[in-house]
């Protein structure tokens, strides 16, 4: 018989250094540590631009004009709005739901609502995904006060993006340096290669399926401890080690069990993560400020030690160790920083799905059988022991 493709082909575990599509979007370099969106590096894009232009960028390849600025900016707070049934939904879900699973929820619901997403075509895709980023800050913010027992606040068209994030889930506006510190982490989260959720989003739409359900599928897979849900679990080993004299013994305990350290190693990175940088001067600034140090002194002596154990290995903090630090210290629960991601990481969802299904061939890889071989002799019910 002749060989299959299976047979033939070497395989690779996880897909790791498979490369399945060709993007303009972002570049990511793992041996260099650099983080580009569109050719612009991460670190002037927080020192300079905003999360409304990166969005804009991200999705059409180029820094906006004012008056286009101006266009996507009013286009972004006409459909910041989410209906009283969709505020109803969240606060009966919040009662039980981790705020990741609310969050899946809720974005397939108003998918439901929406009758664009039954068979839409590609210019369809990009509005619905227009729509999905103007509601995530205010579903994510929901989601958070509905959670904690707060009541609702809609969305004021006065303030940026991030600002307004951050207002209705706070209940209060952000100082400057807030706002600032809330719209960086989310342009550092906006986009980062074919990471699994944005894979994800990105396999969904190649069946045609719609935009809704792309980002649902994301949504789910960022939820994992291996990829976006490692913020709440680093704050929580940070939190659990108590204080640097601690560290040691913490770390020695769960790396004899085979444990991972949330928030260190990166399936592209082998240096240090540059998000996670500029992450954590943002984090020493704020826990300063508001007493919390010991926070922060806990997790730099985990970062110390995990380099010196691991820092051979390639193993280095990724963009979960220090965000989690500062979402806390401005008040954000544990189990929100996973959404809070899923706000910054919708522009890339939708900018690569959308580049994706412009161009589109649908994602199909093969596994390779390593079961029992056919033809196996099918054995009456009643002869089987
Ligand atoms: C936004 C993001 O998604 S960033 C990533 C967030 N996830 C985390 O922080 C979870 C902890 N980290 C990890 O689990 C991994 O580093 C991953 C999943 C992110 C990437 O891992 P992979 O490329 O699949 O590497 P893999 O898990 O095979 O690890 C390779 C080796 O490094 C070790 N290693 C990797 N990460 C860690 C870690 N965080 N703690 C301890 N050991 C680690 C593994 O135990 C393995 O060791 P071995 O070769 O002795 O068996
Ligand atoms: O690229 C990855 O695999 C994970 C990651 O850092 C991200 O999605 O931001």
């Known amino acids: 018989m002749a060989e299959t493709v299976e047979q033939k082909q070497e395989f690779s575990r996880g897909l790791e250094g498979v490369i399945a599509a060709e993007t303009k979007i972002g570049y990511v370099d793992g041996i260099n540590g650099i983080l580009a969106y569109r050719g612009y590096d991460i670190e002037t894009l927080t020192n300079q631009s905003n ?42 879900i919040s009662r039980t739901a981790h705020p990741m699973s609310s969050l899946r929820t809720v974005v397939s619901y108003i998918g439901g609502k929406d009758k664009t997403s039954v068979d839409p075509d590609v210019k369809q895709q990009e509005e619905i995904g227009i729509k ?62 074919m990471n699994a959720s944005t ?24 939820k994992g401890p291996l990829h976006g849900g490692a913020n709440e679990r680093a704050l929580a080993l940070i939190k659990e080690t108590g204080s640097p004299d601690n560290a040691e013994k913490v770390l020695s305990e769960k790396m004899e069990k085979k444990e991972k350290i949330m928030g260190f190693g990166h399936r592209v990175y082998k240096v240090y993560d540059p998000r996670a940088k500029i992450l954590k001067g943002y984090a020493e600034y704020i826990t300063k400020k508001n007493g919390q140090e010991k926070l922060f002194q806990t997790a730099t002596k985990i970062e110390d030690l995990m380099v010196n154990r691991l820092g051979e290995k390639g193993i280095f903090p990724n963009v ?47 596994s390779r059988y390593a079961g029992e071989k056919a033809p196996r002799r099918y054995v009456p019910i009643n002869e089987r022991n």
């Open 51 to 92: 999360y409304e232009e990166v969005s804009y960028l991200l999705l059409y390849g180029k820094l906006p004009s004012e008056k286009e600025y101006i266009e996507y900016v009013s286009e972004l707070k006409k459909e910041m709005y989410i209906e009283d049934d969709v505020y109803e939904l969240i606060k009966k």
């Open 132 to 193: 999905l980023i103007a509601k995530m800050p205010t579903i994510v913010a929901a989601i958070k006060r509905a959670s904690s027992g707060e009541d609702f606040i809609k969305p004021d068209p006065e303030l940026s993006y991030a600002a307004n994030f951050f207002y209705q889930s706070a209940g209060r506006k952000p100082d400057t340096v807030e706002a600032k510190m809330m719209d960086t982490a989310l342009i550092l989260h906006a986009d980062h290669g």
């Open 199 to 222: 894979f994800s989003a990105m396999l969904t739409i190649s069946t045609l399926s719609d935009m809704y359900s792309a980002i649902t599928s994301a949504i789910s897979t960022l």
């Open 320 to 366: 979960d160790f220090y965000s989690g630090i500062l979402y806390y210290s401005i008040g954000f629960p544990p189990d929100v920083f996973t959404p809070i991601f899923a706000v910054g990481r919708i522009s890339g969802w939708v900018a690569r799905s959308y580049e994706y299904v412009q161009n589109n061939r649908l994602f199909r890889p093969r």
